[in-house]
Every structure is written in structure tokens, then in C-alpha cells.
């Protein structure tokens, strides 16, 4: 490679930015394997309960033992050509799908190369005839965020497939005589008779790992879902078989061997270029959620370096609280005035955050301890008066190293990796797990610490660092902060997009040494191809996050929410915690923190209130 620079090296990552009709929005299905037809009524209540990921339209299609149903939000064509469920009888296939292809036109002038024709100017078509052409392989040529159902006609086959990094959501409800599907687990309750009961093995992750419960369980028995990068082919008679299409390498490479330090900035900077300017927009004004660290700054002055025009950024800020500052307005408004963004700075007050939380809970498909939770919720229906699409700096941290359990791993052997990492990551160790969770509730086996122990003995990652990124980026970065963005944004009706999630980058990133991540506090590497490009004021401050100071010291009515949640009569029949930890904690409900500084009532009362508020007796 000698003779060519940096960026011209990593030419591979880059395509051109393009305009796209984008279908985010909801989907649902069922599929009956006992030759009954499928329940029409029960999809249409899954179907109904995705309205706010969906306002622009609805649609629902039967043929005997399945039934598809959708709701639209249209970005830019509302052409009744777009509409889904998508029937293309010439193919003999059915298509529903959320989210965004940001190469169909490619793909589209390839496929028309091909023979293939069109009906409509849609992402969704595009699917469909990929699928024609290709069959399974088709997701190795979508660049996007997806979940999709294909139903072939013919043989009456079901194919249910998801983005490699898990952007887009798909849940399960199966039976031995039908499968249900939806974007949403609570749609999937509307439809009825779902095994409600709670999954011991999902609470003890719940518990360890910030509430997050790896795919493919859900804390409800009855619900499970698709893992990230999976295709699930479901034939008529109910047996079906799953493929893993998709998995980062976090090793180095040959090919990039010769990197020095500004080769890798060079690059990074360029991929990640590429990832923002592929999830442009043409002629709608777009968004971006600022919150005045560098990931966020980095996507905005990206956007503004490529031409996005309209470009509005949104802050949000709450009232301190226990001593704590509830915004970062100073950074994000410094970032809005070096690029002239319409900038919006949203300051919530009291009245409004309590409601909020409710309403946050019930957006969620399964419940979520972060605080973040309720600021994205609220900021995200501000923000979905002013515009339909927004970009976000989610995941950066996770694939770049950036948080600060990654550093003591640094010069641990690679076997004692998965050790390491639960010491410093785990919310909770095995053995004090039984002075929190009531016996009857109890594992007989440390499920958190075998599952991270399989995680880390996979290959494909060569340092203890790599270990624990691979496991972030694959694992605690879908269930958590993309689930949150996708949960709280749609809840309005509004579109996130991820560019640091983008799989180039993120396979391109997962090669760079480990040392390159970490330097500079974290993300190192990031921070450095960014000097020049956003304020240098962005760069050196201490990293901030974003700050609900009333949920992270928990006193007055949002005190006694928690406090009536895990004292309400259906928590004390379920009996998931200790009584005495449970009282202990509300008698002290700010002192006792998880290793990473959660609130550990709230961790408790987040989930009662999330269940409660399901409808979960």
C-alpha cells in the first residue's frame, strides 16, 4: 500500500451519500403452524398498540395461516406505492419492514441491471427483489438498520431477519402452534396470551448487567428476540432454523499492518464521514440530539462540513438536584454557534419530568435502569415538532473504548479477561445476588458470569480490551443505550440514526490497537482525528453523560413513585427482592450505588414500575 495516504487506504469504507425513502415504523405478524388461519383481530391490536412508531399510515394483510400488519412513518414519500405490507405478486413475495436501507438506489440500479422492474420508489421493494435475487444472502448487501419479514408464497416459507448491530427491534411470542412477531414487546401483549411470567435466568442479567438482558431473552418467559445479525427461515410446519450473518473481528489485521497513529486517526475520521453523510436527508430538515460531548459535536460538524442544510441541534437540561447540575448547555451551545445551527436548548422542569417518567416507562419494550431514558423521551417530543429525523452520537463509546471500565483491563492476560471484566463492570457479584433477590427467585448457577465467560472465550478478539469491546459493542450496547435511542425517539414518531454504528465503521474500528482507544482518557483515537474539526474546548473537557439529577438522587414524589411501585400489592405477590433490602434501601435510598454508580432503588423500582405498567400482575 505504499504510495497512497490514509484516506485513500480506506477508500473500502466509502460509498456516496445518497436521498432515500425511508419506512421506519412498526411491524407485526402472525404465523400459525396448526391449520388454523391466522387471528385477523389479535394483529389488529399488535398492529394499533405501534401507532406512535407509525402515524402516517397502517396496513394489514391475511392469507390464511399468516397475517402481516404495519404502521408507516413516511420521511419523505407518502405515495400510497410505498405502503406496506408490500405485495409483490410478480416475486409471489410479502414484505413488511422498518427501518432504513441507505444504499436501495444502488442496489436498485444493480437489481434493475439484473432484469428486475419497479413499482414503487421504496426501500421496501428494494428488500424484496434483493431477496429474490439473493435469497438469505441479501442482508450482506443492505447498509442500514433493519427487521423485516418476508413470506414466500409458493412454499409458504417465513423469513425474519435483523440488523447486524441490532439498530431495529424484533420480539417473538412462540408457541408449538404459531409464532407472533412485532417491533415492540408490548404489542406483542395486546395480541393476547403471552406467557407473562418472569424469566429467572433474564432478572439475574437484569440485575448484573444494568438491566440489560442479552438476546435472546426477554425478562418475560413468554417473549424472546431476535438476536442482532440473525436471519430465523420458519417453515410452515413450525421448524425453523437461524443464521448469524454478521460478526466484528476485534483483532488486528494484516492489512493494516503499516498503520502509524495518523493513519488511524486519518481513517476513522473518513469512515466516519462516510457513516454520517450515508444518513443524510434530502428535503426534510434534519435534527441532531447534542448533548456537548464529542461524539455528538463530531456528527454535527460532519453533517455541516457535508452540506446538510436546515441542520437544527437540540439540548436538553433539567433542575440540579443533590448537589448535581442537570445540564451541559455551556458545550452544546458553544458547538451550535461554531457551526450556525438552529439550536433549540429544551430546560425541563419538575412539572414535567414526573409525567415524563411515566411516559417513558411505558415506551419501553423491556425495562431500562438508565436515567437517559427519560431525558431522550422528553427531548425526543420536543424535538418531533420541529423535525422527523435526528442523528445521534450512540455507541461511540462502546466501540472507541470510552467508558472507564476499559482501562484496568488494559495489561490483563487475556484468560483472566472475562474475571477482570465482571470485577469492574458487574452491577453486582453472584454472591451478594441472594441479599437482593428474594430466595424463591434465585438462579442455582452464576448465569451472568457463565455467559460473559462463553462471550470472552470466542475468538476473534486478541486482548483482554478487545474482549470487552467485542462484548459492549455486540451485546450491552444493543440492549441498552441503541434500544434506549430506538425506544424513546419512536415513541414520537421520530427517526435516529446511528452513524458510529454504521457496520464499516465498526468493523474498520474493532482492528485498531487497543492502546490507540484508551490514550487521551479513551477514545483517543477519536479525539485526535477530531482536533481541528469541532472545538478543542469539546475535546479536552471531562467526559459528561447525560444528567437526570432527580432520578439519581431520589427524594420527594419521585421517591415515593419508586416507594408505592415496590410496595404495591402486585410487587409484594411477586416477591422478586429481599423485604428487608427493599426497606433498607428506601430508609437510604441515594447511598447504596452499583460498581458503576446507578442508583440501586432505582434499578428495583424501575423494574416493578415497568411490569405494572404493562399490565403484569
Keep these: 500500500m505504499a504510495g497512497h495516504s490514509a484516506a485513500q487506504r480506506a477508500t473500502k469504507w466509502a460509498t456516496q451519500p445518497e436521498a432515500e425513502e425511508s419506512e421506519m415504523c412498526g411491524l407485526a405478524g402472525e404465523f400459525r403452524f396448526d391449520g388454523q ?49 408490500m405485495v409483490d405478486a410478480a416475486l409471489g413475495l410479502t414484505v413488511a419492514f422498518n427501518g432504513c436501507i441507505y444504499n436501495f438506489r444502488d442496489l436498485r440500479a444493480e437489481l434493475a441491471g439484473k432484469g428486475y422492474t419497479f413499482f414503487s420508489s421504496s ?193 436538553i437540561g433539567f433542575e440540579s438536584a443533590g448537589g448535581e447540575s442537570g445540564d451541559e448547555f455551556e458545550y452544546s451551545t458553544l458547538v451550535a454557534d461554531r457551526f450556525a445551527t438552529d439550536h433549540h436548548r429544551i430546560t425541563i422542569d419538575s412539572a414535567r419530568l414526573l409525567p415524563g417518567i411515566d411516559g417513558a416507562i411505558a415506551a419501553m419494550s423491556e425495562p431500562m435502569v438508565s436515567h437517559d431514558c427519560v431525558a431522550f423521551y422528553l427531548l425526543s417530543e420536543d424535538v418531533s415538532q420541529s423535525v422527523k429525523v435526528v442523528q445521534s452520537g450512540q455507541g461511540a463509546d462502546e466501540v472507541l473504548g470510552g467508558y472507564d471500565w476499559y482501562p484496568p483491563l488494559a495489561d490483563v492476560p487475556r484468560g483472566d479477561a472475562a474475571e477482570a471484566y465482571a470485577r469492574v463492570f458487574f452491577d453486582r457479584r453472584w454472591a451478594a445476588m441472594s441479599s437482593v433477590l428474594s430466595r424463591d427467585w434465585m438462579l442455582g448457577h452464576d448465569a451472568p458470569s457463565e455467559f460473559i465467560a462463553r462471550r470472552f472465550a470466542e475468538p476473534g478478539a486478541e486482548t483482554s480490551v478487545d474482549a470487552a469491546l467485542r462484548n459492549d459493542t455486540t451485546v450491552m450496547l444493543v440492549d441498552d443505550p441503541v434500544k434506549r435511542v430506538d425506544n424513546m425517539t419512536m415513541a414520537w414518531g421520530l427517526e435516529a440514526r446511528v452513524p458510529f454504528l454504521d457496520h464499516e465503521f465498526v468493523e474498520l474500528v474493532g482492528r485498531i490497537p487497543p492502546h490507540l482507544k484508551l490514550a487521551d482518557g479513551g477514545k483517543g483515537v477519536l479525539k485526535a482525528a477530531s482536533r481541528g474539526i469541532v472545538p478543542d474546548e469539546i475535546i479536552d473537557r471531562t467526559k459528561g453523560y447525560f444528567p437526570v439529577p432527580a432520578i439519581r438522587q431520589l427524594e420527594g414524589p419521585y421517591l415515593e413513585k419508586v416507594r408505592d411501585a415496590l410496595t404495591d400489592p402486585a410487587a409484594r405477590a411477586r416477591g422478586l427482592f429481599d423485604g428487608a433490602e427493599v426497606e433498607r434501601l428506601l430508609a437510604s435510598p441515594n447511598e447504596t450505588r452499583t460498581t458503576l454508580g446507578s442508583n440501586a432503588l432505582w434499578q428495583l423500582g424501575l423494574l416493578e414500575l415497568w411490569l405494572q405498567k404493562q399490565g403484569i400482575r
Design 37 to 85: 388461519s391466522a387471528d385477523i383481530a389479535a394483529l389488529a391490536r399488535m398492529t394499533s398498540c405501534l401507532v406512535h412508531r407509525g402515524p402516517d399510515g397502517d396496513g394489514l394483510w391475511a392469507h390464511g395461516p399468516v397475517a402481516l400488519g404495519h404502521r408507516r412513518l413516511s420521511i419523505i414519500d407518502l405515495s400510497t406505492a410505498g405502503s406496506q405490507p
Design 123 to 315: 426501500d421496501t421493494e428494494v428488500i424484496g427483489k434483493a431477496y429474490a435475487e439473493w435469497g438469505m444472502d441479501c442482508v450482506d448487501h443492505f447498509l442500514g438498520m433493519f427487521a423485516f419479514a418476508i413470506l414466500e408464497r409458493e412454499s409458504g416459507r417465513l423469513v425474519l431477519a435483523r440488523d447486524r448491530l441490532g439498530i431495529k427491534p424484533l420480539y417473538l411470542d412462540e408457541t408449538g402452534d404459531r409464532i407472533r412477531f412485532a417491533s415492540t414487546l408490548p404489542a406483542l401483549l395486546a395480541g393476547g396470551g403471552t406467557d407473562t411470567s418472569i424469566d429467572r435466568e433474564a432478572l439475574a442479567y437484569y440485575m448484573t448487567f444494568h438491566s440489560v438482558v442479552p438476546a435472546p431473552l426477554t425478562i418475560l418467559t413468554g417473549v424472546r428476540k431476535l438476536p442482532p445479525a440473525t436471519i430465523r427461515v420458519i417453515e410452515p410446519d413450525g421448524r425453523s432454523t437461524e443464521r448469524v450473518y454478521w460478526s466484528p473481528d476485534f483483532s488486528r489485521d494484516d492489512e493494516y499492518a503499516g498503520f502509524d497513529e495518523r493513519d488511524w486517526q486519518d481513517a476513522v475520521i473518513q469512515s466516519l464521514r462516510t457513516a454520517v453523510e450515508r444518513r443524510m436527508v434530502a428535503d426534510v430538515p434534519v435534527g441532531v440530539l447534542l448533548s456537548g460531548g464529542i461524539d455528538s459535536s463530531l456528527v454535527v460538524a460532519l453533517l455541516a462540513e457535508a452540506g446538510q442544510t436546515d441542520l437544527r441541534t437540540f439540548s
